[in-house]
C-alpha cells in the first residue's frame, strides 16, 4: 500500500472508512462555525430540521462575528441577534463583533490544531493549513448539519504536490509569493484540489507569510493547502496560541502518491500585484505603468497580523500619506490590535494618516472600512478583486508593503519613491 | 414524470463574444450587500445581479431553465444565496465546465442538480446549443435532448450522494 499525502493523513484520523482520493467518505469534525453572514441562515436551517434539539457538541459549535462588526444595519443587527439568541439557547460560545476575524481567532485561541478538521462559512477557513490543520468553507446547509450531526460527507481531494524552485533575486514577502504561484497556477491547475508546498523558498516563510500564501489557496481554486513545518513553525504556533504545547504536525508520507507534480519557478520574483477583474491577473508592479491610488487597505485575513502592520509602520513612521489619499487599516483580531497599539504602531500610522478600524474583515466584506466609488482606485491586502466586490471602483491585491509606499505617493510603487 | 426529468430551456451565460464566461463568482452571482437575507424566495431577484450583462436575469428566467456556465463557476465565497437564488427562481439544473469546489458542495446538499461538462464550452462555441434553445433533461441517463431537432447530447450523470441526496431532498433530512 503507497503512503498517503498530508489531507488522506487528516481523513483517515477521521472516518472508520478506507480514505482515497476521489472517493466519498463521511468525516468527523472537531469544529463546527458560523459567522455573521451565514449565521442566521444556519440558525434558520437549524430551528426548520432539528427544532430545538441541542447541538452536537457545545464546546465544538461556535459562532465568530467578523463582517459587519459592529453591524451597520438594523438587518445586520438583527442578524446577529438572532445566532446570539440561538448560542443562548444552545449554550454554545460567541466570539462576538469585537474579537476579530474567525479564523486567526480560532488559531490564536488554540481552538485550530495540527491534524483537526474545522469548518465554517468562511470561505478561506483554509487559511487554517498554516497550523496543518484542515480549513474547510461551507454554505449554511452544510454547517446546520454540522451543528447537529457533527459530521459530514467529504470527497477526499486529489493532491497537487508544488514544487517551488528557484531562488528570488531580490527580498520578497508572502503576499509577492502568492501572487506569483497564483498567476502561475490559475484557477484551474488545482481547482478542487488540495495543495502540498515544497522548496526552500515556501518552507522558509515564517507563520503569517504562511497564512498569506495559503488564504490564497481559495483564489487558486483549490480547497487547502499546506507547507512542511520548518524548525520555527511549532514555535510560532505555540506563541500565537500560548498553549505549552500542540499536537504534531501531519507530514506527508515520503512514498505519498500526488495526483500531479508541479515546479513553479520563483526566481523572476519581484512586488507582485493584482490588477482588476480577477485575482489571477497578476503582474509586477515594474510592469504596470502609471497608476494612480486613492484608497489603500491594509488588513484581511491574508493580510491582517502584526507582521503585516508592521511592514506597513516601517514604511509609513515619521511620515505622510499623499493629500487626497487614504488608508485604512484593520488587524486582523483583538490580540493584534492590542499589540500594534502597546507597540505604537497604531500611534505611528494614526499620525501619517490613516483611518485605523477595529479588528474584522475590513475592506473585504463590504463591512465598514469603506468602498471604491466610480473610478477610484483601492489599493489592497486582501485576497479578492472582483468586479463590485469593494465599491465600483478598481481593486488592485498587493502586500502591505506595497500599499504603505504607494500611499505616501498616490501612485502604485513598490518602493521608495 | 421523474424528479430528474423536465423539459426547459437553455440559458448561456456568455460574454459579449458568445463564449461561455468562466470564473463567475459569488459576488457577481449573488452580491455581499445582499447577504443579510435569508428567506430563499427573496432570493431570486438578486441572482445575476452583479454579472455585467446578465442583470436582467431574474425576469428572463422561467420555471425549468438551465443553466450554462464556462469554467470555475460559483468559486469565491460560501455563501448558499448564490445557489439559493436559483433555486428561488425555478432553475432546474446548472452546468458548468466546472465548479468551484465549495459551490458544488453547497449545489449538491442543497439538491440541487448540477452537473460538470467540460465539453459546454465547445458546444456553445460550434453553435449546437443556443441560448433559449427548447430542450428536454433526463438526468437519470445523462441526456440532454433538443425539442427544435431531436438531437440528442449526452452529459455525465449524476454522482451517488447527489441522488442520495436530492432524494431527501436536502442533507439536512439525512
Known amino acids: 500500500m503507497s503512503g498517503k499525502t498530508v489531507i488522506e493523513k487528516i481523513f483517515a484520523r477521521h472516518t472508520r472508512e478506507e480514505v482515497a482520493p476521489g472517493k466519498i467518505v463521511w468525516i468527523d469534525l472537531d469544529v463546527i462555525s458560523a459567522r455573521d453572514f451565514a449565521g442566521p441562515n444556519v440558525v434558520k436551517n437549524y430551528r426548520n430540521h432539528y427544532k430545538d434539539t441541542p447541538v452536537v457538541d457545545r464546546d465544538r459549535v461556535f459562532f465568530t462575528f467578523d463582517l459587519t462588526v459592529p453591524p451597520k444595519t438594523i438587518q445586520y443587527a438583527n442578524n446577529q441577534q438572532i445566532c446570539r439568541e440561538f448560542a443562548h439557547e ?55 448539519f454540522g451543528f447537529r450531526k457533527g459530521r459530514t460527507w467529504f470527497e477526499v481531494p486529489r493532491t497537487k504536490l508544488i514544487r517551488v524552485m528557484g531562488k528570488p533575486r531580490v527580498p520578497i514577502n508572502g503576499k509577492d509569493l502568492a501572487l506569483w504561484i497564483l498567476g502561475e497556477l490559475k484557477t484551474d491547475r488545482v481547482l478542487g484540489c488540495a495543495v502540498e508546498f515544497v522548496g526552500e523558498t515556501v518552507e522558509k516563510l515564517d507563520l503569517p507569510g504562511r497564512i498569506t500564501l495559503l488564504s490564497m489557496i481559495t483564489e487558486m481554486g483549490g480547497i487547502v493547502g499546506f507547507i512542511p513545518f520548518n524548525n520555527q513553525t511549532m514555535e510560532q504556533i505555540l506563541a500565537m496560541n500560548g498553549m505549552g504545547e500542540c499536537p504534531a504536525e501531519v507530514r506527508a508520507d515520503p512514498d505519498a502518491t500526488y495526483d500531479e507534480e508541479i515546479v513553479v519557478d520563483v526566481s523572476g520574483i519581484e512586488a507582485m500585484v493584482a490588477a482588476p477583474p480577477v485575482p489571477h491577473n497578476v503582474c509586477k508592479v515594474s510592469e504596470l505603468g502609471d497608476v494612480k491610488v486613492d484608497f489603500g487597505f491594509i488588513g484581511s485575513c491574508t493580510n491582517g497580523r502584526l507582521e503585516d502592520i508592521e511592514a506597513a509602520w516601517k514604511i509609513l513612521k515619521g511620515r505622510k500619506i499623499a493629500p487626497g489619499t487614504r488608508l485604512a487599516v484593520v488587524p486582523s483580531t483583538q490580540r493584534v490590535y492590542k499589540a500594534a497599539m502597546d507597540r505604537g504602531m497604531l500611534n505611528d500610522l494614526f499620525d501619517a494618516g490613516a483611518i485605523i478600524s477595529n479588528p474584522g474583515c475590513g475592506g473585504c466584506a463590504q463591512g465598514h472600512i469603506g468602498m471604491t466609488g466610480r473610478n477610484e482606485v483601492m489599493l489592497s491586502t486582501g485576497n479578492r478583486n472582483f468586479p463590485g466586490k469593494q465599491g465600483d471602483g478598481f481593486n488592485y491585491l498587493t502586500s502591505p508593503e506595497v500599499v504603505a509606499w504607494s500611499v505616501l505617493t498616490g501612485r502604485l510603487n513598490a518602493k521608495e519613491g | 414524470m421523474s424528479l430528474h426529468q423536465f423539459t426547459g430551456r437553455l440559458i448561456l451565460l456568455t460574454s459579449a463574444q458568445a463564449r461561455l464566461i468562466p470564473d463567475i463568482d459569488t459576488d457577481q452571482i449573488f452580491h455581499n450587500q445582499h447577504l443579510h437575507i435569508t428567506e430563499v424566495d427573496q432570493m431570486g431577484r438578486h441572482a445575476l445581479g452583479n454579472l455585467e450583462g446578465w442583470t436582467h436575469f431574474p425576469e428572463l428566467v422561467q420555471d425549468g431553465d438551465v443553466v450554462v456556465a464556462g469554467a470555475n463557476f460559483g468559486s469565491g465565497s460560501s455563501r448558499q444565496h448564490a445557489v439559493d437564488c436559483f433555486r428561488a427562481l425555478g432553475v432546474r439544473l446548472i452546468i458548468a465546465e466546472s465548479f468551484g469546489a465549495i459551490y458544488k458542495r453547497n449545489a449538491i446538499n442543497s439538491g440541487m442538480s448540477i452537473i460538470e461538462f467540460p465539453q459546454a464550452g465547445e458546444l456553445v462555441k460550434t453553435g449546437k446549443w443556443e441560448h433559449l434553445n427548447p430542450i428536454h433533461v433526463d438526468l437519470d441517463i445523462g441526456l440532454v435532448k433538443m425539442m427544435d431537432t431531436d438531437e440528442t447530447f449526452s452529459i455525465p450523470q449524476l454522482s451517488k450522494v447527489q441522488r442520495d441526496i436530492m432524494a431527501k431532498g436536502s442533507l439536512l433530512n439525512i
Open chain 1, 90 to 144: 444552545q449554550g454554545i460560545r460567541v466570539f462576538d463583533v469585537d474579537r476579530g476575524i474567525g479564523t486567526h481567532t480560532m488559531m490564536e485561541e488554540g481552538i485550530a490544531l495540527p491534524g483537526t478538521i474545522v469548518v465554517g462559512t468562511d470561505s478561506h477557513m483554509n487559511i487554517l493549513g498554516a497550523v496543518n490543520c484542515f480549513g474547510q468553507g461551507m454554505g449554511d446547509v452544510d454547517i446546520a
